[in-house]
């Protein structure tokens, strides 16, 4: 079963940070997820619309310019950082799940994307963009149907996975509250991966094993790959 770092290394380091990636790829993860806001003409990686739960900072993260945006510090010591630096952090090293919190300029995301493969030794395999916000992933797709997309619910709907299919989507990443083996059985019929968020026990992971589930969202990476050990190179399918 795949582990995918959720925020990066999020239970031992500050989420969304530069150390957190780091330490999830030193700790063995073959995929990472982050989450990402645009503003003020960069994509910061973040999870909130807001900075008070996690930074220095009171209000919202729209109030500052980027100027002011990159002398905030997480957990007292690291920058929030901007993709252009995760990408160049992990270089290809590992696979990346671009979570969209807030995008206007889809054109931004295309130049994030094409700089991955093109500067940072990414293959497009090992990117995926995902969103609870199935209209921007209808965007992305008509748009530049070549990158790979994850539709994210936190229901289960009428249709079940369907919608993920109508998307055109790689893959169906679901919240543990609502998956069941029903859901996860018509996921594979429709050929969808299935990825679960966010699932930090071992009890957990290993029914979600049982009944086919490929990969977990965690935030204890290290300890996860102890009872998964993980291949070696890793691409979204
Ligand atoms: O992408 C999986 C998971 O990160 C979705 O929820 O709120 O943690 O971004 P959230
Ligand atoms: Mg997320």
Redesign the pocket.
Known sequence: MLIIA??GARSTHPENTLVAIQAAMDMGAKAI?I?VHEHDGQLWVF?DKWLNRTTDHIGKLSWLSAEKLKQVKVAKTEAIPTLIEVLRQIDGKCAL?I?L?GINNHDLLYQHLHFALEVCHFQLEQLIV?SFNHDWLKQLKEEQPQWLIGA?SASKGIDKSLFAKTLGATSI?LDLDIIDEDYVRHAKQLELSVYV??VNQPEDWQWLNEIGVDGV?CDCPAQAIEYYPQPPHFVWQ
Do not use: P, Q
């Open positions: 959720h925020r997820e989450d999870h799940n979570e919190k995902s994210l990443n968020y966010t969202f």
